[in-house]
């Protein structure tokens, strides 16, 4: 079995002759993309990542990793976006549900805060009460080296430590996931002999969670990291070798397409268990930041289910009809438990006596779907056999692929993020950087 996806319940929305002629010219999207002839093309590192990856450095993370479990309480990873959500996502997603707070003797392994993803005192200082005086280790992940945020998190950090253990044994507890060669964190970690780790030239930030930029974080989390790229080589093998009727990345990128050329302009990835919820923000990113330009693209949100079925779930149902949704299904869910009968039922569930959580779970996802397909939102379906590494891998391989599909279909450069700057610029000369003394007064005029 493999990570799969099914547009059968969306039928009423889309034609055959539709999937037809959409089909041609998803694959020659596709050729685009893995010709490297299109736009973007000096970012396609990724493609290939899963059999060409640095062997070396690999072993050295495996290395880094087995230090840091055994030498730390807690490992604070500082990064945002792309240095960010696919740690998170992982970890999340494949280990226990509440990681941080379950005894050491279930967890086994060190407490993993993320931190450099907001501008937050608050957030600091409490997680300087979270460490308290037990031993921390610090990845500091961030490709260009220059990113405020996570910049901010590791200079107030790097301080903590260097006061708790000397610089030089701090140096030994700091690993930098950066550039090669350029950028100030390259040269911090150079001047400070921190342990580095690479985010190779030609994979942009969305795109890295199967380099060091995820895998230090989820190997130290005890996950399995062999079997993720394990994983993610089937995804590539399928993505890339087999045709369109039973290429499911393609096709997910195809019907997305058909779906936003009939006015269906925001996709709503649903989950039914809480470990997705960061997978639906790594998934965000990566579509959000690949095709939203240019004044195109469809806008991709995230809700997750049943929670926001008593929130979100009027708007999805009977709101405007501008959205479609794809549901990630955990077919089979990691832990079982079956609701007992009760001699007297005041609460009325006796009638789901002996049937188990995840069979009412997966009966309020059907229900759900049949619901909104009635509602006039089309439903797509991402079908994941299991929890575990391999499928992780699979998934991830199947969104990066649908992506640069989806985003060459939509006839953008889905590997440029040039929007990101925009808010930078204005913080800066807010700030008072050197060098924004002109923005800075037509901005505070402005204010
Ligand atoms: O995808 C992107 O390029 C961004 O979201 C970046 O990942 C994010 O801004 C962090 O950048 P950096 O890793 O350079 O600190």
Same mark, same amino acid.
């Given at each position: 079995?493999?990570?799969?996806?099914?547009?059968?319940?969306?039928?009423?929305? *889309?034609?055959?002759?539709?999937?037809?002629? #959409? !089909?041609?010219?998803?694959?020659?999207?596709?050729?685009?993309? @893995?010709?490297?002839?299109?736009?973007?093309?000096?970012?396609? &590192?990724?493609?290939?990542?899963?059999?060409?990856?640095?062997?070396?450095?690999?072993?050295?993370?495996?290395?880094?990793?087995?230090?840091?479990?055994?030498?730390?309480?807690?490992?604070?990873?500082?990064?945002?976006?792309?240095?960010?959500?696919?740690?998170?996502?992982? *970890?999340?997603?494949?280990?226990?549900?509440?990681?941080?707070?379950?005894?050491?003797?279930?967890?086994?392994?060190?407490?993993?805060?993320?931190?450099?993803?907001?501008?937050?005192?608050?957030?600091?200082?409490?997680?300087?009460?979270? *460490?308290?005086?037990?031993?921390?280790?610090?990845? #500091?992940?961030?490709?260009?080296?220059?990113?405020?945020?996570?910049?901010?998190?590791?200079?107030?950090?790097?301080? #903590?430590? $260097? !006061?708790?253990?000397?610089?030089?044994?701090?140096?030994?507890?700091?690993?930098?996931?950066?550039?090669?060669?350029? &950028?100030?964190?390259?040269?911090?970690?150079?001047? $400070?002999?921190?342990?580095?780790?690479?985010?190779?030239?030609?994979?942009?930030?969305?795109?890295?969670?199967?380099?060091?930029?995820?895998?230090?974080?989820?190997?130290?989390?005890?996950?399995?990291?062999? !079997?993720?790229?394990?994983?993610?080589?089937?995804?590539?093998?399928?993505?890339?070798?087999?045709?369109?009727?039973?290429?499911?990345?393609?096709?997910?990128?195809?019907?997305?397409? *058909?779906?936003?050329?009939?006015?269906?302009?925001?996709?709503?990835?649903?989950?039914? $268990?809480?470990?997705?919820?960061?997978?639906?923000?790594?998934? !965000?990113?990566?579509?959000?930041?690949?095709?939203?330009?240019?004044?195109?693209?469809?806008?991709?949100?995230?809700?997750?289910?049943?929670?926001?079925?008593?929130?979100?779930?009027?708007?999805?149902?009977?709101?405007?009809?501008?959205?479609?949704?794809?549901?990630?299904?955990?077919?089979?869910?990691?832990?079982?438990?079956?609701?007992?009968?009760?001699? @007297?039922?005041?609460?009325?569930?006796?009638?789901?006596?002996?049937?188990?959580?995840?069979?009412?779970?997966?009966?309020?996802?059907?229900?759900?779907?049949?619901?909104?397909?009635?509602?006039?939102?089309?439903?797509? #379906?991402?079908?994941?056999?299991? @929890?575990?590494?391999?499928?992780?891998?699979?998934?991830?391989?199947?969104?990066?692929?649908?992506?640069?599909?989806?985003?060459?279909?939509?006839? @953008?450069?889905?590997?440029?993020?040039?929007?990101? $700057?925009?808010?930078?610029?204005?913080?800066?000369?807010?700030?008072?950087?050197? &060098?924004?003394?002109?923005?800075?007064?037509?901005?505070?005029?402005?204010?």
């Amino acid at each position: 079995s493999k990570v799969t996806f099914d547009y059968s319940k969306a039928a009423p929305f *889309i034609k055959d002759h539709e999937v037809d002629s #959409m !089909k041609k010219l998803a694959e020659d999207a596709k050729e685009l993309l @893995v010709s490297k002839t299109g736009a973007g093309n000096d970012f396609l &590192g990724w493609i290939d990542l899963p059999v060409d990856y640095d062997k070396d450095e690999f072993a050295r993370i495996k290395k880094a990793a087995a230090k840091i479990q055994s030498d730390s309480e807690v490992l604070l990873v500082i990064g945002i976006g792309g240095s960010y959500l696919g740690a998170r996502a992982a *970890i999340e997603f494949l280990r226990h549900s509440f990681y941080n707070v379950v005894s050491k003797e279930i967890r086994k392994t060190p407490e993993i805060y993320f931190v450099g993803n907001s501008i937050s005192s608050t957030y600091i200082r409490h997680l300087m009460d979270v *460490i308290g005086d037990r031993d921390f280790s610090i990845n #500091m992940i961030s490709k260009s080296g220059t990113t405020t945020e996570p910049a901010i998190a590791f200079r107030v950090f790097k301080e #903590m430590m $260097e !006061k708790k253990y000397g610089k030089e044994e701090a140096a030994k507890r700091i690993y930098a996931t950066t550039d090669r060669v350029k &950028g100030s964190l390259k040269h911090l970690a150079t001047e $400070e002999g921190y342990e580095t780790f690479v985010v190779p030239d030609d994979i942009g930030g969305r795109f890295s969670v199967l380099t060091a930029v995820g895998l230090l974080p989820i190997a130290v989390s005890g996950a399995d990291i062999d !079997k993720l790229m394990e994983g993610a080589r089937a995804g590539r093998e399928t993505a890339l070798n087999a045709p369109f009727e039973e290429n499911d990345s393609l096709k997910y990128a195809a019907i997305r397409n *058909i779906l936003l050329r009939k006015g269906k302009e925001i996709e709503i990835l649903a989950n039914y $268990e809480p470990s997705v919820h960061y997978v639906s923000e790594w998934w !965000k990113q990566l579509y959000g930041e690949s095709e939203g330009k240019d004044q195109k693209g469809i806008f991709p949100a995230s809700v997750d289910l049943t929670t926001d079925l008593h929130s979100m779930g009027q708007f999805i149902q009977d709101g405007s009809r501008n959205m479609f949704e794809t549901v990630i299904n955990i077919e089979t869910s990691r832990e079982e438990l079956v609701l007992q009968e009760e001699p @007297v039922d005041l609460d009325g569930l006796n009638y789901l006596a002996g049937k188990s959580v995840d069979f009412v779970n997966k009966s309020a996802m059907n229900g759900t779907i049949l619901a909104h397909t009635d509602g006039q939102v089309p439903n797509l #379906m991402v079908k994941v056999p299991e @929890v575990n590494e391999f499928y992780l891998g699979e998934l991830f391989y199947f969104f990066e692929f649908a992506c640069g599909v989806s985003g060459y279909l939509l006839g @953008v450069n889905p590997f440029n993020q040039p929007g990101v $700057e925009s808010y930078k610029k204005n913080m800066f000369a807010l700030l008072g950087k050197p &060098g924004y003394e002109a923005q800075r007064e037509e901005l505070l005029k402005r204010l």
